[in-house]
């Protein structure tokens, strides 16, 4: 029987749990013994010029190995007039930015040192809000004339909304949070006697890693070797290399001696990049009928201090997927990304879909109360149809397959809505104080949008057991095992019997890597297609073998051996037979996967909010979702996967947001501030299952690692406003606080 | 997360711990469960250069009645108390707040004595200790002395003891019979309380609604002059200066210490009305 789609406990889980995983900080290489270790010393100030930085007094302190800044650095670095320079120079960006580097024989001593920088400060005007920004009244960055990083604003059709009955327009803040691992950023390094650098690094991907430190540290990219050890998640924070990574390099061959460096929770907080930090105004028209004919959505991101992925990717993915689920005929998306003296953003569990998807899912309910339907009939209304796929929406995505009124239906009759519905009449009615809300979103999201493709190589040894090098770089979310399965449904070899590697530059030298929900879908797609790459060869191998043609010889999986095809009692010969007939270059196959295309997962959930509406504080009771990723692999890392979403998702709704003081100053900078969600504030998830293959993959499956993040978020804070509905409450911003729902309660009730 | 550097000392008895504190002064710190001077220090917001470490001080951990008094030793732990039969009993609205502080690491490390040490504002056992009439019995050199706890708490982590004292217990009259309740407003289970109330029979406890716990007074005498429960309530703000702070604004605050002290009068008396 074949492994696909049985629930198959993670293989990475026994070593995680008993012997513990091996994080960098954890590591004990031979090449890393006599290592000094590395703080960064790194702004209090969101915005200022640097006076002079005196290091004297540090250098003298006891331990020190090296106190550098950016005037040692001998390395370029981004060029352009709003480059990120690796250590700040001249001028300070956002709190956290890092300014110096100390090393020292022990790492208790890097506190005391860092202190001993002293660096002289001229605070400059902080442009934290974003109107203040993009007035452009205090700018950056010298040389240019605004602070916007990408985008520009664009003149609106004015017809756009000519022909419809009702029109609604509101501004929606999609709040910043931060990533906040359980691990946090950290790297060690050492040069070889060789002249090569080897770096373990914290990442989602160590071959891009291993070229930013190339072009950081400029060398070529065959003198680095980057090493990805276990990851203790990354959410789209650790994609690649940050700064930090390429001084370290270059500190280590500076001071000769191996660098050994991780931080603290609070500079994780402040100085990881954060994730979301958009402002949306979406308008929205149609007839009372409930259809919808035209949407138009503004959006400004925040880029933060400097321009990473929050200045172009995560506004072109809101762009993209800005239509959503429905048949919208006019649509209209205009995006400015724009900087402020705050950390600069970057890619966070959905990198913009879940941007577009809390935009359009508020929009709909906006609607929805406008004419007075219930929010699931208007989405019904609306709803992209089966029978229309492949379906090009007007913000130009291609949608691959869908069944986007099934997967709401699922989740509705799954939650007993009209009864939902009744009981919350009911309490309205009786005057409770603790009122019932129901939200529901629909979603679209886009997987693998990179087109940027992805390696694999499959080995059958000499003993018969399969070593698989896979370029998705699992950082928690269990892939090993899915991609075993996958391989063992294949050549019906034991699951122990196959090893995967990743994460070693030197092992798997050409990969991408770990991010948009690709992993399963490409780099499962590409072991799949050197799986029968290698049967091909295997193939004529145990023809030869069993003295048969070819065309007559089968693999029976069931007993991972091969046979003569209706002859089973002529004899067989094994995995470890053929690989060893197989000659000096042994059974191999090594695919690169250019030719992908992205995938796009759907689903719906249904929020249940208990709402106090004397003290504000909204309650998840319960939340329903569908996740349709197309065929399941394995449920356990299927299931895991919705749940972190879920929870994280409900997070940004409840709970999250990185804030700044009007200075600049972070206000949530340690966890006893920032309020990540527990398992006590979420339910039982309740996850109804659907899978729609896609046609655009081998394997007919879609992204799931961010899936229920996108559909959970609105769902809930829907379901916070629908609770106050009927005291005329239309709208709560996220995080939606119990000040917050106190002071919502309050404006309705003054009629503002 | 690396606290600058300090020597550190275990007291094995409570002289020695006070001997220890006289010969230090200013630069010395008593170290009891860690949970409040640990990540001060780690932060580097706090730098003793002596840790006076008490935490071994395993006879100062009990929980006893004296006559109609219970007695708590300084160094009992939070889950301790929580599980404790005979406070549970004749102290309940103690044991039951002991039981909501924090998360499971933070009530096997901290203390009573900790807390009230600590004293701040934020704390849910301060405001208890209030409402419950208790006294604190601190040791120094010259002793012992009792201080009663509405002379206890001074000003934001500023307490009426010296230096060189030693809170040695916590005294409350037995609570036997009479209707209590708490009421800790949080965003998560494992949240210090935006706004807190302790209500024990008519007196009312405040956690977080000035710079050190406070006693409800204008709720009391209403209480005393025969007002209901929720006519009672609406005083519960009065005098009160919150902290003001962007997610709980001190308008805020003020609501919620009425709403929080409607409810926890009315479930003190024994009626229960719906709420989160
Ligand atoms: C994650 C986390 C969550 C928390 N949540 C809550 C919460 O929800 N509610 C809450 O009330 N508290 C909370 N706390 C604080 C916790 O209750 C602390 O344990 C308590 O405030 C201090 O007690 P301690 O025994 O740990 O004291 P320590 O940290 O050891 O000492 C605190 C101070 O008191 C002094 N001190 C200690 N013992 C004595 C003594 N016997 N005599 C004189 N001085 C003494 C010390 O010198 C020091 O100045 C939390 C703490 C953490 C880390």
């Not at chain 1, 005037?71 to 709003?82: K, N, R, Y």
């Not at chain 1, 609607?367 to 019904?380: C, K, L, S, W, Y």
């Not at chain 1, 009864?419 to 603790?434: C, I, S």
């Not at chain 2, 949970?35 to 706090?46: E, F, I, T, V």
Request: hydrophobic content about 40%; glycine content about 12%.
């Amino acid at each position: 029987m074949s492994v696909m789609g049985t629930r198959v406990v993670r293989i990475e889980d026994h070593k995680l749990i008993t012997s513990g995983g091996s994080y960098v900080d954890d590591l004990r290489e031979p090449e890393l013994t006599g290592a000094v270790h590395a703080m960064f010393v790194r702004s209090p100030i969101a915005h200022a010029r640097i006076g002079s930085i005196d290091v004297s007094a540090a250098r003298e302190a006891p331990g020190v190995v090296g106190v550098f800044t950016a005037d040692d650095l001998d390395i370029a670095f981004a060029p352009g007039p709003t480059g990120e320079p690796w250590l700040a120079r001249d001028r300070v960006r956002y709190v956290g930015e890092p300014v110096a580097l100390v090393l020292t024989e022990h790492p208790y001593q890097l506190a005391d040192v860092a202190e001993l920088v002293d660096i002289d400060y001229d605070p400059l005007d902080a442009v934290i809000d974003l109107d203040d920004a993009l007035s452009g009244r205090t700018l950056l960055f010298d040389g240019t004339d605004s602070n916007v990083a990408g985008g520009k604003a664009k003149p609106f059709d004015e017809k756009l909304f000519d022909d419809c009955e009702v029109v609604v327009t509101r501004t929606i803040t999609n709040q910043r949070v931060a990533p906040a691992p359980l691990e946090v950023r950290g790297a060690a390094c050492a040069w070889g006697e060789d002249g090569r650098l080897t770096m373990w690094l914290s990442t989602q991907n160590a071959q891009i890693a291993r070229d930013i430190l190339a072009g950081g540290l400029g060398v070529d990219p065959g003198t680095v070797r980057v090493i990805a050890p276990d990851v203790g998640g990354g959410f789209g924070a650790k994609i690649g290399a940050d700064p930090e990574a390429v001084v370290l390099g270059w500190a280590s061959r500076r001071v000769g001696r191996p660098v050994r460096w991780f931080e603290t929770r609070s500079e994780n907080l402040t100085a990881m990049t954060h994730g979301r930090g958009q402002r949306h105004t979406v308008t929205i028209g149609g007839r009372r009928d409930g259809t919808v004919l035209a949407y138009r959505l503004e959006v400004v991101q925040d880029a933060g201090a400097y321009p990473r992925a929050g200045a172009g990717m995560l506004p072109g993915f809101t762009r993209l997927m800005a239509p959503g689920v429905y048949r919208i005929p006019r649509v209209e998306v205009a995006t400015r990304s724009v900087l402020t003296n705050t950390t600069p953003i970057a890619a966070y569990r959905g990198a913009g879909r879940p941007e577009a998807t809390a935009a359009i899912e508020r929009a709909m309910d906006l609607f929805a109360a406008e004419i007075g339907m219930d929010p699931a009939e208007v989405r019904r209304i609306n709803f992209i149809r089966p029978e229309e796929f492949p379906y090009t929406t007007p913000s130009g995505a291609s949608y691959d397959t869908g069944e986007y009124a099934k997967a709401l239906d699922a989740v509705l009759s799954a939650g007993g809505y009209a009864e939902l519905r009744a009981e919350q009449a009911r309490r309205r009615e009786a005057g409770d104080v603790v009122v019932l809300g129901l939200g529901i979103a629909a979603y679209v999201e886009i997987t693998a949008g990179d087109g940027m493709g992805e390696s694999g190589r499959v080995d059958v040894n000499p003993d018969g057991t399969v070593t698989a090098y896979t370029g998705s770089s699992p950082h928690g979310q269990g892939l090993h095992t899915s991609l075993a399965m996958l391989l063992s449904d294949q050549f019906g070899v034991p699951m122990d019997k196959i090893t995967i590697r990743h994460g070693d530059t030197d092992e798997v030298p050409k990969a991408v890597g770990t991010f948009a929900s690709r992993s399963l879908q490409l780099g499962g797609s590409v072991l799949k297609q050197a799986g029968d790459q290698v049967i091909e060869r295997a193939k004529e191998i145990a023809a030869n073998l069993l003295e048969a043609s070819p065309d007559d010889v089968e693999l029976n999986v069931d007993q991972g051996a091969w046979q003569v095809r209706g002859a089973p009692s002529g004899g067989t010969v094994t995995w470890a037979q053929v690989a060893a007939a197989a000659g000096e270059d042994g059974l191999s196959a090594d695919v690169w996967y250019g030719d992908v295309q992205p995938t796009f997962p759907f689903g719906a959930h249904l929020a249940v909010v208990e709402v106090d509406t004397l003290t504000g504080k909204a309650v998840l009771r319960r939340i329903i979702a569908v996740d349709d990723a197309g065929p399941v692999v394995n449920p356990v890392t299927f299931q895991g996967q919705r749940h972190g979403g879920l929870a994280q998702g409900v997070a940004q709704a409840l709970l999250e947001e990185m804030s700044y003081d009007a200075d600049g100053n972070p206000t949530t900078a340690t966890l006893a501030d920032y309020p990540f969600i527990t398992a006590t504030e979420l339910p039982d998830f309740e996850l109804v299952d659907m899978a729609t293959p896609t046609t655009r993959n081998p394997l007919g499956v879609k992204g799931i690692g961010e899936a229920a993040t996108i559909g959970s978020t609105p769902a809930v804070q829907n379901a916070v406003v629908d609770a106050l509905a009927h005291l005329g409450v239309r709208h709560i911003e996220m995080p939606a606080t119990p000040q917050r729902v106190w002071q919502a309660i309050n404006d309705a009730r003054e009629g503002r | 997360m690396i606290p600058v550097g300090f020597s550190y000392r275990r007291a094995s008895t409570v002289d020695e711990a006070v001997g220890l504190l006289g010969e230090y002064g200013d630069e010395g710190k008593l170290l009891a469960g860690g949970h409040s001077l640990l990540p001060l220090m780690k932060l580097r917001l706090a730098a003793p250069e002596v840790l006076v470490d008490i935490a071994p001080l395993a006879d100062l951990r009990y929980v006893r009645t004296d006559g109609d008094t219970v007695a708590i030793g300084a160094l009992s732990r939070y889950h301790d108390l929580h599980h404790d039969e005979v406070l549970r009993q004749h102290a309940p609205l103690l044991a039951h707040v002991a039981g909501a502080i924090g998360d499971p690491q933070v009530r096997h490390r901290g203390t009573i004595g900790g807390s009230l040490a600590h004293a701040d504002a934020a704390a849910d056992l301060p405001a208890a200790l209030l409402a419950s009439d208790g006294v604190l019995v601190a040791q120094g050199p010259g002793g012992r002395r009792e201080i009663p706890a509405g002379e206890f708490f001074l000003d934001p982590f500023t307490t009426a003891l010296q230096p060189d004292e030693l809170l040695v217990e916590i005294r409350v009259p037995g609570q036997d019979g009479v209707g209590w309740a708490f009421e800790k407003f949080t965003r998560r289970s494992i949240d210090w309380a935006i706004v807190g109330v302790a209500v024990l029979g008519q007196s009312v406890g405040l956690i977080n609604m000035a710079g050190t716990p406070i006693r409800a007074t204008r709720v009391e005498e209403a209480l005393a002059g025969g007002a209901n429960p929720a006519e009672a309530a609406e005083l519960a703000a009065e005098g009160t200066s919150p902290p003001d702070e962007p997610h709980a604004s001190a308008a805020y605050r003020q609501h919620l210490a009425r709403v929080l002290t409607g409810r926890a009068l009315e479930r003190a008396a024994g009626r229960v009305p719906a709420g989160l």
